[in-house]
């Protein structure tokens, strides 16, 4: 079994570093052999070329806008869409960075998306750092939801 557990967000946005602090917590923790957690933080094009590498499963985590409550968590299966534009290097949120995987010819692994409701995602000019209360609160149980995901995955793997 290989899994990659991809932490994803800016720091200096408030919210959207929820990715980037769960996997900070996820990594001291003890883990399967063949699970690999990595903070890409904003690095979009590190992370296309991590999926080229074709773990049997990836787990994006990031914060995840749907309209639910400030700290809702959610698991969604993504899917590629190539029928999408073009890629822009200076949008590389998730999505992006599967259609750059597939216009690179590569074949994405499953990709998973632990995601969690923002309430705030600073976008202005000064940004934040900082969680919120809410998405802090689900920081941990974002983790516990991540060990429990790669343990069905190993058991379904062996």
């Known amino acids: 079994m290989t899994v990659l557990v991809a932490g994803i967000g800016n720091i200096f946005l408030g919210d959207d570093a929820f990715g980037v602090e769960v996997v900070?917590?996820?990594?001291?923790?003890?883990l399967p052999d063949g699970v690999q957690?990595?903070?890409f933080g904003i690095r979009g094009f590190d992370l296309a070329h991590a999926l080229m590498?074709?773990?049997?499963?990836?787990?994006l985590v990031d914060a995840t806008p749907r309209g639910g409550q400030p700290g809702t968590l959610y698991l969604l299966e993504a899917a590629v869409d190539s029928a999408r534009p073009a890629v822009d290097p200076h949008s590389m949120d998730p999505?992006?960075?599967?259609?750059?995987?597939?216009?690179l010819g590569g074949r994405p692994p499953r990709v998973l998306v632990v995601g969690c409701e923002?309430?705030?995602?600073?976008?202005?000019?000064?940004?934040?750092?900082?969680?919120?209360?809410?998405?802090?609160?689900a920081v941990d149980?974002?983790?516990?939801?991540?060990?429990?995901?790669?343990?069905?995955?190993?058991?379904?793997?062996?």
């Open 141 to 158: 149980e974002a983790v516990r939801m991540i060990e429990s995901l790669v343990a069905d995955l190993e058991g379904s793997s062996a």
């Open 53 to 59: 590498d074709s773990p049997s499963t990836a787990v």
């Open 24 to 30: 900070r917590r996820l990594a001291g923790r003890p």
């Open 118 to 137: 923002p309430a705030a995602l600073d976008l202005d000019d000064e940004g934040h750092m900082g969680l919120s209360p809410p998405v802090e609160a």
């Open 95 to 103: 999505a992006t960075v599967l259609r750059l995987v597939d216009a």
């Open 37 to 39: 957690v990595v903070d």
